[in-house]
């Protein structure tokens, strides 16, 4: 079991920057791969980035490659988003979530546990 709970969230001007963190409580943290989604008003909820437990396999939906880096800290139970460059269109509740490391990476449905997420928005 993994409860999920995420920060940072804020209003930003475009071009600005935000870090989110989600702090995972349980103990078998580090065996799950985490990610980030986001919804935007009246949009389903969206693939953002993922991570595996040893960092060293990362995905990114186009629209953020080169502006997001997902991380994660197993010995503090965090994944974080940092966000750079962001634009109106990153306007969105931001959500974090695990899944088993050998599901699909992008499919919403394959993430077992959610956090309730964090509202970023972007002002132009």
């Known amino acids: 079991q993994v409860q999920l709970v995420e920060s940072g969230g804020g209003l930003v001007q475009a071009g600005g920057s935000l870090r989110l963190s989600c702090a995972a409580s349980g103990r078998t943290f580090s065996r799950y791969a985490m990610g980030w989604f986001r919804q935007a008003p009246g949009k389903e909820r969206e693939f953002v980035a993922s991570i595996n437990w040893s960092e060293n396999i990362l995905y990114y939906a186009d629209s953020v490659k080169g502006r997001f880096t997902i991380s994660r800290d197993n010995a503090k139970n965090t994944v974080y988003l940092q966000m750079n460059s962001l634009k109106p269109e990153d306007t969105a509740v931001y959500y974090c979530?695990?899944?088993?490391?050998?599901?699909?990476?992008?499919?919403?449905?394959?993430?077992?546990?959610w956090g309730q997420g964090t509202q970023v928005t972007v002002s132009s």
């Open positions: 979530a695990a899944r088993n490391p050998s599901s699909r990476v992008r499919a919403r449905e394959e993430y077992d546990y």
